[in-house]
């Protein structure tokens, strides 16, 4: 009833005893065909999944339980829901890409309040690509302040339930729910505890009569979904209360067959809804309105009209969109793709009169345009209407994409209006509210982001605890390195519900990359306590057919990081376990898969004799043999990756990083054996990289990697070659070759890269100027974090954008995405580099601050630890070119041991530097470039200074 016992059956198949993994696959195949999931007993015993019996083709259903009352409960129990929804699954051709899509399968509402959305993804398939033997998520909501308590007031759950049966036709929709008691907030006790859960008691209605599909919102093949076309009229009006009256419409729900996958409850809290209020709205000439959300999220609006008799019937579309073009107008469809317009038919007056209208679906976009539709178009059919939407993509301005402008501040529009004054009138929609949904990650709280802008401060809608205050603060003396770290803070919280993907705006998958970049983020900015959404995301990547199959090699390495990142954030070696025991699977080329050993490439070291990782001989998958490198391809720098270099430098260099790692965590599960081995491996490649790949031209004073050890890739030096291989430490305790390094990376200045590569770049820097001793590369890091110029993040925050681009401009790909958390990762290098607030040991019962601010005169931050926040205040007295004293002032959490290291602005003077710490003189030890107090620090104030002798 745990997800022990799925670590226990996961460690059968990872045995080599053959009888046992026989036993192992032969138990699965039993509780698949049982349908039995792993703390689903509730779920599963006493409920059934249920749809509707006389459209089992509706798009929509809108499903509603019996009204029930609350039980009294014993001391330590509480009431859960446990829901889930089958998804529509998507299949690119060509993929393999088997996982669902992280659309709304159902909206959640409970006593009228919606709650929450979801499933935010399916487990993979495994081990087939079929998607009958998908493993099924369940998603669980604590119903506590929810539900009324008196014994006679009743209550209600209801569902708005979507599947898109057109592309899936061999899908059976459904939906199954319970609420139950529970005693540790996920599974229920027994389902004799169930109060009340989906059955033929249950009621259903073919729900699109309301929702007509208006064909798909992408117009590229990754995420498949309906716009909405809706009927404001036909809604049942109350239909989410437990007072509300069913008419003959109403019926009562058809028993489905049970979920043919493997149920698994999700200990990731489910994503929370908010309401946003516009920061602006605005009327223009034409009619149209115009809405501003102020900053980019996920989620849908939730518009009012009025009510009156001259607009029954009248029809109004609202697109969406996050980027304007060089006039103001919203730019659609978007550079990615995706078309969301809807048409909406308003109710006119009376008692039933409702033109409070909430989207269903959940969209990335920051603007709205609202117009109000000739009143000739009444009536029309769907096939008028796509005419109509036609016309309204064609009437957009067709700029060329170097003139699109992101995130204008000031679009020329005709005037600033309140809301009571857009109604009534000719041209424009009878708006009376403009607020929107939000749907993002619990963060620990209620949900509210506290990185978002005052005039769009969301606000929670449900009971419950407030918004933690522990996340990360930074602020400092400059005001764009403030501005970029907020930015891709709020990002980070902004594109998190409770699975990392590579973005909700086109693809909505697990990247390996985007997901190790949004985890770094998440663990440096957020709130500690709460990793499961992390957690689910490594073990998602290392189960999934996909990343075995159909991602690229270098991309694997980083599901290793990312595990190896939760140990030493957290101490804990649950995910480390569980990543050990992934079940071994047999790939379509029947080749065996050993979880997080595959994954760190071990099978495929010194294949080439040289202490490297290569390339197998022969591949898994169409990408086994390939490396991203960057992307798009002309931010690679001809970065080389062919049959000719098998020893590529990237994937080595990502290699040293996972490896060493594996080593780390291998000797805290008890494998001491192995992790004397894997050190070797990766001190062994660390060197191979020197002998091989490193060349020096003295004349210039630098130092380069090349792309590989042989063939075309021994001739070629794409920077992205230097930057991995820098990050992965081949220059540590080497001050001229940090140096040498230091001097090639400024000179090239990122060119050509992507704002991935951006990652690597502050990697590198900071780690070479750690043991450079001019620590010339940390100025060049700051100088990029801190200025508006293209490219950089600065940059991005010029030109508007309030969430990281897929891009550092939109020009730079063609369906360049403006919610992407790959370029995102300033939010995590600024607290964990330029800081250097890092743990020295799992758990951060030892940290190191080590900062390296180059010339900046103060900071002031506070970081988010396991142990509580760590407040830090920096002080340079003097200039930068002639420094006098730098002063750390810290507030430790109680339990934390904190090395504290500084570094002179400078080159450190031949005089010599003091140290002190609280006062007293100390004799500081070296690291690097650095000085280091001698002693730890603990609890609470202290004070130490670095100053000229």
């Given at each position: 009833?745990n997800?022990?016992?799925?670590?226990?059956?996961?460690s059968?198949?990872?045995?080599?005893?053959?009888?046992?993994?026989?036993?192992?696959?032969?138990?699965?195949?039993?509780l698949?065909?049982?349908?039995k999931?792993?703390?689903?007993?509730?779920?599963?015993?006493?409920?059934?999944?249920?749809?509707?019996?006389?459209n089992?083709?509706?798009?929509f259903?809108?499903?509603?339980?019996?009204t029930?009352?609350?039980?009294?409960l014993?001391?330590?129990?509480?009431?859960?829901?446990?829901?889930t929804?089958?998804?529509?699954?998507?299949v690119?051709?060509?993929n393999?890409?088997?996982?669902g899509?992280?659309?709304?399968?159902?909206?959640?509402?409970?006593?009228?309040?919606?709650?929450?959305?979801?499933?935010?993804h399916?487990?993979p398939?495994?081990?087939?690509?079929?998607?009958?033997?998908?493993?099924?998520?369940?998603?669980?909501?604590?119903?506590?302040?929810?539900?009324?308590?008196?014994?006679?007031e009743a209550?209600?759950?209801?569902?708005?339930?979507?599947?898109?049966?057109?592309?899936?036709?061999?899908?059976?929709?459904?939906?199954q729910?319970?609420?139950?008691?529970?005693r540790?907030?996920?599974?229920?006790?027994?389902?004799?505890?169930?109060?009340v859960?989906?059955d033929s008691?249950?009621?259903?209605?073919?729900?699109d009569?309301?929702?007509?599909p208006?064909?798909?919102?992408?117009?590229?093949?990754?995420?498949?979904?309906?716009n909405?076309?809706?009927?404001?009229?036909?809604?049942?009006?109350?239909?989410?209360?437990?007072?509300?009256?069913?008419?003959?419409?109403?019926?009562?729900?058809?028993?489905?067959?049970?979920?043919?996958g493997?149920l698994?409850?999700?200990r990731?809290?489910?994503?929370?809804?908010?309401?946003?209020?516009?920061?602006?709205?605005t009327?223009?000439?034409d009619g149209?309105?115009?809405i501003?959300?102020?900053?980019?999220?996920?989620?849908?609006?939730?518009?009012?009209?009025?009510?009156?008799?001259?607009?029954?019937?009248?029809?109004?579309?609202?697109?969406?969109?996050?980027?304007?073009?060089?006039q103001g107008?919203?730019?659609?469809?978007?550079?990615?793709?995706?078309?969301?317009?809807?048409?909406?038919?308003?109710?006119?007056?009376?008692?039933?009169?409702?033109?409070?209208?909430?989207?269903?679906?959940?969209?990335?976009?920051?603007?709205?345009e609202?117009?109000?539709?000739?009143?000739?178009?009444?009536?029309?059919?769907?096939?008028?209407?796509?005419?109509?939407?036609d016309?309204?993509?064609?009437?957009?301005?067709h700029?060329?994409?170097?003139q699109?402008?992101?995130?204008?501040?000031?679009?020329?529009l005709?005037?600033?209006?309140?809301?009571?004054?857009?109604?009534?009138g000719?041209?424009?929609?009878?708006?009376?509210?403009?607020?929107?949904?939000?749907?993002?990650?619990?963060?620990g709280?209620?949900?509210?982001n506290?990185?978002?802008?005052?005039?769009?401060?969301?606000?929670?809608l449900l009971?419950?605890?407030?918004?933690?205050a522990?996340?990360?603060?930074?602020?400092?003396a400059?005001?764009?390195l403030?501005?970029?770290f907020?930015?891709?803070a709020?990002?980070?919280?902004?594109?998190?519900?409770?699975?990392n993907?590579?973005?909700r705006?086109?693809q909505?998958?697990?990247?390996?990359?985007?997901a190790?970049?949004?985890?770094?983020?998440?663990?440096?900015?957020f709130?500690?306590?709460?990793?499961?959404?992390?957690?689910?995301?490594?073990?998602?990547?290392?189960?999934?057919?996909?990343?075995v199959?159909?991602?690229?090699?270098?991309?694997?390495?980083?599901?290793?990081?990312?595990?190896?990142?939760?140990?030493?954030e957290?101490g804990?070696?649950?995910?480390?376990?569980?990543?050990?025991?992934?079940?071994?699977?047999?790939?379509?080329?029947?080749?065996?898969v050993?979880?997080?050993?595959?994954?760190a490439?071990?099978?495929?070291f010194?294949?080439?004799?040289?202490?490297?990782?290569?390339?197998?001989?022969?591949?898994?998958?169409p990408?086994?043999?390939?490396?991203?490198a960057?992307?798009?391809?002309?931010?690679?720098?001809?970065?080389?990756v062919?049959?000719?270099?098998?020893?590529d430098?990237?994937?080595?260099?990502?290699?040293?990083?996972?490896?060493?790692?594996?080593?780390?965590?291998?000797?805290?599960?008890g494998?001491?054996?192995?992790?004397?081995?894997?050190?070797?491996?990766?001190?062994?490649?660390?060197?191979?990289?020197r002998?091989?790949?490193?060349?020096?031209?003295?004349?210039n004073?630098?130092?380069?990697?090349?792309d590989?050890?042989s063939g075309?890739?021994?001739?070629?030096?794409?920077?992205?070659?230097?930057?991995?291989?820098?990050?992965?430490g081949v220059?540590?305790?080497?001050p001229?070759?940090?140096g040498?390094?230091?001097?090639?990376?400024?000179?090239?200045?990122?060119?050509?890269?992507?704002?991935?590569?951006?990652?690597?770049?502050?990697?590198?820097?900071?780690?070479l100027?750690l043991?450079?001793?001019?620590?010339?590369?940390?100025?060049?890091?700051?100088?990029?974090?801190?200025?508006?110029?293209?490219p950089?993040?600065?940059y991005?925050?010029?030109?508007?954008?309030?969430?990281?681009?897929?891009?550092?401009?939109?020009q730079?790909?063609?369906n360049?995405?403006?919610?992407?958390?790959?370029?995102a990762?300033?939010?995590?290098?600024?607290?964990?580099?330029?800081?250097?607030?890092?743990?020295?040991?799992p758990g951060?019962?030892?940290?190191?601050?080590a900062?390296?601010?180059?010339?900046l005169?103060?900071?002031q931050?506070?970081v988010?630890t396991p142990?509580?926040?760590?407040?830090?205040?920096?002080?340079?007295?003097?200039?930068?070119?002639?420094?006098?004293?730098?002063?750390?002032?810290?507030n430790?959490?109680s339990?934390?041991?904190?090395?504290?290291?500084?570094?002179?602005?400078?080159?450190?003077?031949?005089?010599?530097?003091?140290?002190?710490?609280?006062?007293?003189?100390v004799?500081?030890?070296?690291?690097?470039?650095?000085?280091?107090?001698?002693?730890?620090?603990h609890?609470?104030?202290?004070?130490v200074v670095?100053?000229?002798?």
């Amino acid at each position: 009833g745990n997800q022990g016992k799925f670590v226990s059956l996961s460690s059968f198949l990872t045995t080599k005893d053959r009888p046992s993994k026989l036993t192992a696959m032969f138990l699965i195949f039993v509780l698949l065909l049982m349908g039995k999931g792993l703390g689903c007993e509730g779920l599963l015993d006493a409920s059934r999944p249920v749809w509707h019996a006389g459209n089992r083709s509706a798009y929509f259903v809108y499903v509603r339980s019996p009204t029930f009352q609350t039980p009294p409960l014993d001391a330590g129990e509480h009431l859960i829901l446990q829901i889930t929804a089958r998804q529509s699954p998507h299949v690119p051709s060509g993929n393999g890409n088997t996982q669902g899509k992280l659309a709304c399968s159902f909206k959640l509402f409970v006593n009228g309040l919606v709650v929450t959305a979801g499933p935010g993804h399916n487990l993979p398939h495994i081990p087939s690509q079929t998607p009958a033997a998908a493993t099924q998520a369940v998603s669980v909501v604590d119903l506590s302040g929810l539900l009324r308590q008196n014994v006679d007031e009743a209550n209600v759950i209801a569902l708005a339930a979507f599947f898109n049966w057109t592309k899936f036709t061999s899908e059976v929709p459904r939906v199954q729910a319970v609420v139950c008691a529970s005693r540790d907030g996920f599974t229920c006790i027994n389902d004799t505890n169930v109060i009340v859960g989906t059955d033929s008691t249950w009621w259903v209605w073919a729900a699109d009569a309301y929702h007509h599909p208006r064909g798909n919102i992408n117009e590229t093949p990754w995420y498949a979904q309906p716009n909405e076309d809706l009927d404001q009229p036909t809604l049942p009006r109350g239909w989410t209360l437990p007072d509300y009256t069913m008419g003959p419409e109403w019926q009562h729900a058809s028993l489905q067959p049970p979920f043919s996958g493997l149920l698994y409850v999700d200990r990731t809290p489910p994503a929370a809804i908010l309401t946003r209020k516009a920061c602006s709205v605005t009327s223009r000439a034409d009619g149209v309105i115009f809405i501003d959300y102020g900053q980019e999220f996920s989620g849908g609006v939730n518009l009012t009209f009025a009510c009156a008799p001259e607009w029954a019937g009248r029809r109004v579309s609202v697109t969406l969109g996050e980027q304007l073009d060089a006039q103001g107008a919203l730019v659609a469809p978007s550079l990615a793709k995706q078309y969301f317009y809807s048409v909406w038919t308003l109710a006119g007056n009376g008692t039933d009169c409702n033109n409070a209208i909430m989207q269903h679906e959940m969209i990335q976009f920051r603007y709205a345009e609202v117009r109000l539709l000739p009143a000739d178009s009444v009536g029309e059919s769907q096939h008028g209407e796509e005419n109509e939407r036609d016309q309204h993509k064609q009437t957009q301005p067709h700029h060329h994409r170097h003139q699109h402008q992101h995130h204008r501040q000031s679009p020329a529009l005709a005037r600033q209006v309140t809301i009571d004054s857009l109604a009534p009138g000719l041209k424009a929609a009878p708006l009376v509210d403009a607020h929107a949904w939000v749907l993002q990650h619990a963060l620990g709280g209620n949900g509210v982001n506290p990185y978002e802008h005052s005039c769009s401060r969301s606000q929670p809608l449900l009971p419950g605890p407030a918004a933690p205050a522990d996340f990360a603060f930074w602020s400092s003396a400059s005001p764009t390195l403030d501005a970029v770290f907020n930015m891709t803070a709020y990002t980070a919280a902004a594109t998190s519900l409770d699975v990392n993907v590579d973005s909700r705006t086109r693809q909505r998958d697990v990247c390996e990359v985007d997901a190790m970049i949004t985890a770094q983020m998440q663990y440096a900015v957020f709130p500690p306590g709460d990793y499961h959404m992390q957690r689910r995301t490594t073990l998602f990547s290392y189960s999934n057919d996909s990343s075995v199959l159909y991602t690229w090699a270098d991309f694997r390495f980083s599901v290793v990081i990312m595990t190896i990142a939760d140990y030493r954030e957290t101490g804990d070696v649950t995910l480390a376990r569980q990543a050990w025991g992934v079940p071994n699977r047999i790939t379509a080329e029947n080749k065996a898969v050993n979880s997080i050993q595959f994954y760190a490439g071990l099978m495929y070291f010194n294949l080439s004799g040289r202490n490297l990782f290569s390339f197998p001989p022969s591949c898994l998958g169409p990408w086994e043999c390939d490396v991203l490198a960057d992307w798009p391809t002309s931010t690679r720098d001809g970065y080389i990756v062919n049959t000719s270099n098998t020893d590529d430098t990237i994937r080595n260099s990502y290699a040293i990083l996972a490896v060493e790692g594996l080593a780390e965590i291998a000797d805290a599960i008890g494998k001491r054996d192995e992790a004397v081995q894997y050190s070797a491996v990766a001190a062994a490649t660390r060197l191979a990289l020197r002998t091989h790949m490193l060349r020096v031209n003295a004349s210039n004073h630098e130092a380069f990697f090349v792309d590989g050890a042989s063939g075309q890739g021994a001739s070629h030096a794409a920077i992205h070659s230097t930057l991995y291989a820098a990050a992965a430490g081949v220059a540590d305790n080497d001050p001229e070759l940090a140096g040498l390094l230091s001097n090639y990376i400024i000179r090239r200045d990122l060119g050509p890269s992507s704002c991935m590569t951006g990652k690597w770049v502050l990697d590198a820097c900071y780690r070479l100027a750690l043991f450079d001793p001019t620590g010339a590369a940390a100025t060049y890091a700051l100088s990029l974090l801190s200025r508006t110029t293209y490219p950089s993040w600065g940059y991005m925050v010029s030109i508007g954008a309030t969430t990281s681009l897929e891009a550092w401009r939109p020009q730079d790909k063609w369906n360049t995405d403006f919610a992407h958390p790959w370029c995102a990762y300033p939010a995590a290098a600024i607290p964990r580099l330029l800081l250097g607030a890092t743990p020295l040991t799992p758990g951060w019962q030892r940290a190191q601050l080590a900062p390296q601010p180059a010339g900046l005169p103060w900071i002031q931050t506070a970081v988010p630890t396991p142990l509580g926040r760590l407040h830090v205040n920096y002080t340079l007295t003097g200039s930068a070119s002639v420094p006098r004293a730098v002063t750390v002032s810290v507030n430790i959490p109680s339990t934390m041991a904190l090395q504290v290291c500084l570094a002179w602005p400078t080159t450190a003077p031949a005089r010599g530097l003091t140290m002190h710490v609280d006062g007293v003189a100390v004799n500081p030890t070296p690291l690097g470039r650095l000085l280091c107090a001698p002693s730890d620090v603990h609890t609470e104030v202290h004070s130490v200074v670095l100053g000229l002798r």
